[in-house]
């Protein structure tokens, strides 16, 4: 059964530092977004990502956050400069219509 | 606005009992509602769904009714296995290529 896949499992990274975060979508899906769990907290979704573009992002996704789908398979996203508060985990999910399938996501630690 | 309202954990049952998680929405138009469970380090799978109201969506001996007329989607489970127990997620979607709004999370963890 095909599904997400996200790398790595598990980043930890200086505060300040730049982070890229990799996700391979399911092949035939159209839609893919970034979500984050801060530990605890609820799931938030940061971005969407439609025919090569942003179709939609949330107030967290400020100027630091940039998504990337440079070929055809994989979709990134690229944390410029680290702060504490961005430790959450990130999950990747993909769709062609209502459902989502979501990766088993990335655990960001910022020391 | 879009928003989804769960209930509160922790939640700890013996094995055999019955469960309910509760969950509110509230949505702009006609969402597709959810029920996600999150396994302990894992992701996000999905359990269930309903795309109407009135519509049952079930799975692995879980259910949950959409209702329109109490905007709501309580999770149900008529006897819980050790093998249950997970972080469960409420959330709806109002249309295709839109962004999840997800509740807070209701930790189940079911004793032998």
Known sequence: ?111 | GNSVTQMEGPVTLSEEAFLTINCTYTATGYPSLFWYVQYPGEGLQLLLKATKADDKGSNKGFEATYRKETTSFHLEKGSVQVSDSAVYFCALNTNTGNQFYFGTGTSLTVIP
């Open chain 1, 1 to 111: 059964e095909p599904e997400v896949t996200q790398t790595p499992s598990h980043q930890v990274t200086q505060m300040g530092q730049e982070v890229i975060l990799r996700c391979v979508p399911i092949s035939n899906h159209l839609y893919f977004y970034w979500y984050r769990q801060i530990l605890g907290q609820k799931v938030e979704f940061l971005v969407s990502f439609y025919n090569n573009e942003i179709s939609e992002k949330s107030e967290i996704f400020d100027d630091q956050f940039s998504v990337e789908r440079p070929d055809g398979s994989n979709f990134t996203l690229k944390i410029r400069s680290t702060k504490l508060e961005d430790s959450a985990m990130y999950f990747c999910a993909s769709s062609r219509a209502a459902e989502q399938f979501f990766g088993p996501g990335t655990r960001l630690t910022v020391l």
